[in-house]
């Protein structure tokens, strides 16, 4: 069974500049979460989406927004980028909204703002 | 606020030795606590405690929780080279705010040299 997969997994864009992140869970797994990762903070929930509906939301600007297909793929998109959006952005997947332990993580998008 | 803290930030030993790894937490409604291991990109999985005093245990690896003082350890005995990565702990709430979603440390940065 293929695993998680982000793309792009490099990006490099420019202050004031838009992006949209791409993840793919495992096939069956209706629910994707992304987490933001720095050096400084660690890995700080972004949100976590199920069956197309945002179940949870961390304390991240209105800049960073998100959504999920029918299909359990899902985008999240960081808008008017600031230097320390710099990151990488790991999304999440699991079968269903129950343990924790089964969820698995993607490779991220190491995105770059300059 | 929800919070987890994990020392130390850096460890850097040689091989054979063995190392204890520390998370403490504070996170209302709690469910579950988790270790990961990260090497390169994605967080791959290692333990899940909910009970207290129950030590987990696979290999060289081994943790236990203490729900009463709100830490759990994670020891690593005969370590190798291969153990080298970012030791993560995460905890998962049960309701409300926190449902769904894994606070983590930044994580212990583990060096084992041959």
């Known amino acids: 069974k293929a695993g998680v997969t982000q793309t792009p997994r490099y990006l490099i864009k420019t202050r004031g500049q838009q992006v949209t992140l791409s993840c793919s869970p495992i096939?069956?797994?209706?629910?994707v979460s992304w987490y933001q990762q720095t050096p400084g903070q660690g890995l700080q929930f972004l949100f976590e989406?199920?069956?197309?509906?945002?179940?949870n939301k961390g304390n991240f600007p209105g800049r960073f927004s998100g959504r999920q297909f029918s299909n359990s793929r899902s985008e999240m998109n960081v808008s008017t980028l600031e230097l320390g959006d710099s990151a990488l952005y790991l999304c999440?997947?699991?079968?269903?909204?129950?343990?924790?332990?089964?969820?698995?993580f993607g490779p991220g998008t190491r995105l770059t703002v300059t | 606020e929800d919070k987890v803290v994990q020392s130390p930030l850096s460890l850097v030993v040689h091989e054979g030795d063995t190392v204890t790894l520390n998370c403490s937490y504070e996170?209302?409604?709690?469910?579950?606590l988790l270790w990961y291991k990260q090497e390169k990109k994605a967080p791959t999985f290692l333990f899940m405690l909910?009970?207290?005093?129950i030590e987990k245990k696979s290999g060289r690896l081994s943790s236990i929780l203490d729900k009463k003082e709100l830490f759990s350890i994670l020891n690593i005995t005969a370590t190798q080279t291969g153990d080298s990565a970012i030791y993560l702990c995460?905890?998962?709430?049960?309701?409300?705010?926190?449902?769904?979603?894994?606070?983590f440390g930044r994580g212990t940065q583990l060096t084992v040299w041959p």
């Open positions: 995460a905890v998962e709430g049960r309701r409300g705010s926190t449902l769904g979603r894994l606070y």
């Open positions: 999440a997947s699991r079968q269903g909204t129950g343990a924790m332990y089964e969820q698995y």
């Open positions: 096939s069956g797994h209706r629910s």
């Open positions: 909910t009970s207290s005093g």
């Open positions: 989406y199920f069956s197309e509906t945002q179940r």
């Open positions: 996170v209302t409604n709690f469910r579950s």
